[in-house]
């Protein structure tokens, strides 16, 4: 009998309706999809394998063959010329993702959406067999109303389609990253169903305003009406927007504030307000406070949709040479990730989406090396890496996937102003980045002046284009002194190359012509890319890198030779460039890459682990917010000049301040040679001056035996227990030829 009621109960309330959902109700569809693929645009009759969303389609089990094939790890690195894409290419496929879900209805009037948050390249949505339309955008959310196919308290089958890079088309806004050899096909970002009534909040937009303690609230309404099709209808509808902005932590509400506004029908209208703000607390990086903005749309007394977006209470300002935070100023320090070359690495896998690996490298790391900001160069990388920089007071240059000239103007607009809507409520993002290492007309003296209006709250950059290529006030530049390098790999004899054109790893500011640029310019600088020195995280050297490597160390030197010369290349050029005060910033490139590629990151090994390289280590010292330096505008030192034994000389040294008030500690001076013996020692008292330099010079005498010996600081600031270094080799005596001596610091 138990048996009988159990079996009786299960078949009824098998076909009892599921609960509907309210509007505002967004339910997530990541997770494992079905996958296949074809080569022609018609869905597969069958499944064979299975793809993670978010991800790429190498994640597809079992692996894709042909892809599978491409992610092969080198043998040992080759140059520029050496490579050849088109050998790496295939035939081109459609990639197909399928999930079956039941969607629960709500209220009679219920509007189902489909958001896609990035994917690429080229995507098609079906519900149900019926096309509910395409995106080529491959950075910006793909959003599609699927109301009219959904079969309510049914299976209903979704399918996705995107394809090969080859059939973006050519009014695509996306760039070509002339580094990548693969460019990846996949849902990298969120996908979700949004339900509302007949009006719908698709997009909201906070801009705060810390000198007019205001909020500027933007909303993209989506009105679902019909359209007047007879004489009398409607065309138009009246709705409220109450807003109430909370404390993301604690929940307690700051403001509330109500406005009424008139959408178009079958639609979508702006409408915005301004909201006063009191007693809030202002996002910094040391203290990255967030706020809860949670909207209600209301028609006719009945909420149609409920919206919530985090922000930041900051403002980001350029007055003069150098950025302001929040009305004080700020000298951003830090790093670049190039995401869309990691995705070619073989090592990628899973890793941009594993939120704990993703922390660990993006804030973990660059905070325990005194870094504060980061550009996400060419091309952007899922939300939730944003909202962890939100969280944790990371600054971003966000750079738009853009370097060739490739996108039609209207499509170009469309896309930026998207991507401006989509990330502009993160206060991590300072300035906008609208192209990489290029000029384009259209987008620095019309799109960004439009886009201005939209986000006035931050900065633009247009790449390469300066005050004489603006129309517009120039706000900002990105020099990339690459000091050595392009000439030197494309130079058919090296040796000669650098007789020329001396690369001193001691005075760096003899490049008159483009040092001059920096020093007079008048808008921001930037110093986003600099090195030249990449090594893959075995040791080998990158493809731009390998005859600057043979001819410096050797071509037989070790790994661990080439990551310390790395290091102290990159520490040399570091101190160079932060020790000239009219930099509003100093970026070293990059943080994150693919390692089999061009360029390459400073992590060893397996990059799952985050094991750091000496370059790390050496950051540490190189980008403290106050570290006393050895001065670079000398051509004494190593390998260049050299001392005579015993001789009495001065070193200049130059201490340098990020912080708005005074650094002072002790400082040392020291001499050490093999078996790191230390031969010379002088100590004295330092005081830096808020957000500048102080020079200081000190007297030396040097050891007495010739050699090559490490000359070395060691900065122990007040009130902290952290010892902060400097270092250069120098050349005691006429006999040294070793370009990088076995010394260590």
Not at 19 to 37: V, Y
Not at 224 to 252: A, C, L, W
Not at 501 to 506: A, D, E, K, V
Not at 698 to 709: Q, T
Request: charged fraction near 25%; glycine fraction near 6%.
């Amino acid at each position: 009998m138990k048996k009988i009621l159990l079996v009786l109960i299960s078949l009824l309330t098998a076909h009892l309706p599921i609960p509907g959902q309210d509007p505002g109700t967004r339910i997530s569809l990541n997770g494992t999809w079905d996958f296949e693929q074809t080569t022609d645009a018609f869905p597969p009759e069958s499944y064979s394998r299975k793809c993670p969303v978010p991800g790429l389609i190498h994640l597809a089990e079992p692996a894709i063959e042909a892809r599978d094939k491409l992610f092969q790890k080198p043998s040992a690195s080759y140059t520029a010329e050496a490579s050849d894409f088109r050998k790496l290419q295939y035939e081109p496929k459609y990639s197909w993702y399928r999930k079956v879900v039941t969607i629960a209805p709500g209220r009679p009037d219920t509007e189902v959406m489909l958001t896609i948050l990035k994917s690429q390249f080229v995507t098609q949505v079906y519900v149900n067999g019926r096309d509910m339309g395409q995106s080529v955008s491959c950075a910006t959310p793909v959003r599609l109303k699927i109301t009219d196919a959904v079969r309510w308290n049914m299976p209903n089958e979704i399918l996705i389609r995107v394809g090969e890079r080859v059939w973006l088309p050519p009014e695509a806004a996306g760039g070509t990253d002339k580094e990548k050899a693969n460019y990846l096909p996949g849902i990298w970002d969120d996908v979700f169903l949004s339900y509302s009534e007949k009006h719908m909040i698709i997009k909201a937009l906070y801009l705060p305003s810390v000198k007019g303690s205001t909020v500027t609230a933007k909303f993209v309404i989506r009105n679902f009406h019909p359209q007047q099709v007879m004489y009398g209808d409607p065309m138009n509808d009246s709705v409220r927007i109450r807003i109430k902005i909370k404390e993301r932590i604690t929940g307690k509400v700051l403001t509330e504030e109500s406005f009424e506004g008139i959408t178009t029908r079958d639609n979508e209208t702006i409408l915005e307000t301004v909201i006063k703000v009191r007693d809030y607390k202002k996002w910094t990086p040391s203290d990255p406070f967030l706020y809860a903005a949670e909207a209600e749309l209301i028609e006719k007394d009945v909420v149609t949709d409920r919206f919530s977006k985090n922000f930041g209470m900051r403002d980001f300002e350029r007055r003069g040479k150098y950025f302001y935070l929040n009305g004080e100023k700020i000298i951003l320090r830090g790093t670049n990730i190039t995401l869309h070359r990691f995705f070619e690495d073989p090592d990628c896998q899973s890793l941009p989406w594993d939120r704990e690996w993703v922390r660990r490298m993006l804030i973990d790391d660059p905070r325990s090396l005194g870094w504060n900001a980061m550009r996400i160069c060419v091309g952007l990388v899922p939300d939730f890496w944003y909202d962890l920089a939100d969280e944790y007071g990371m600054m971003f240059q966000n750079e738009w996937m853009y370097w060739q000239n490739h996108g039609w103007d209207e499509q170009i607009r469309k896309e930026y102003t998207d991507w401006v809507w989509s990330d502009g409520n993160h206060p991590s993002i300072v300035i906008w980045d609208a192209i990489n290492e290029n000029w384009n007309t259209f987008i620095g003296n019309t799109l960004i002046p439009e886009l201005e209006k939209l986000d006035p709250t931050r900065i633009w950059d247009a790449g390469y284009m300066v005050a004489t290529d603006l129309s517009v006030e120039d706000n900002i530049d990105e020099p990339h002194p690459y000091r050595a390098g392009w000439g030197l790999m494309n130079s058919p004899d090296p040796a000669d190359y650098l007789a020329q054109n001396p690369y001193r790893l001691g005075k760096l500011d003899d490049w008159e012509d483009g040092h001059r640029k920096f020093l007079t310019a008048t808008a921001a600088q930037l110093v986003n890319e600099y090195g030249w020195n990449w090594l893959w995280r075995d040791g080998q050297p990158a493809k731009l890198t390998k005859k600057a490597y043979d001819l410096l160390v050797g071509e037989d030197a070790s790994a661990d030779v080439r990551r310390k010369f790395q290091a102290y290349w990159l520490q040399c050029e570091t101190e160079w460039l932060r020790a000239e005060r009219s930099f509003a910033g100093v970026l070293a490139f990059t943080h994150l890459t693919n390692n089999y590629g061009f360029t390459g990151d400073w992590y060893i090994n397996n990059i799952r682990d985050l094991e750091k390289g000496p370059v790390l280590e050496w950051f540490r010292h190189a980008f403290a917010p106050a570290n006393v330096f050895i001065d670079l505008a000398d051509q004494r030192y190593f390998p260049n000049g050299c001392f005579q034994p015993g001789e009495k000389i001065s070193i200049s040294l130059a201490g340098i301040n990020d912080n708005p008030a005074e650094s002072y500690g002790r400082l040392e001076l020291l001499v050490i040679g093999k078996n790191n013996r230390v031969e010379k020692k002088v100590s004295t008292e330092i005081s830096i001056v808020p957000f500048g330099r102080t020079n200081k010079p000190i007297e030396l005498k040097l050891p007495a035996k010739e050699g090559v010996y490490l000359l070395t600081t060691r900065y122990y600031p007040s009130g902290s227990s952290d010892v902060l270094k400097s270092r250069r080799y120098i050349k005691i005596g006429e006999g040294i030829t070793s370009m990088f001596p076995e010394v260590e610091p």
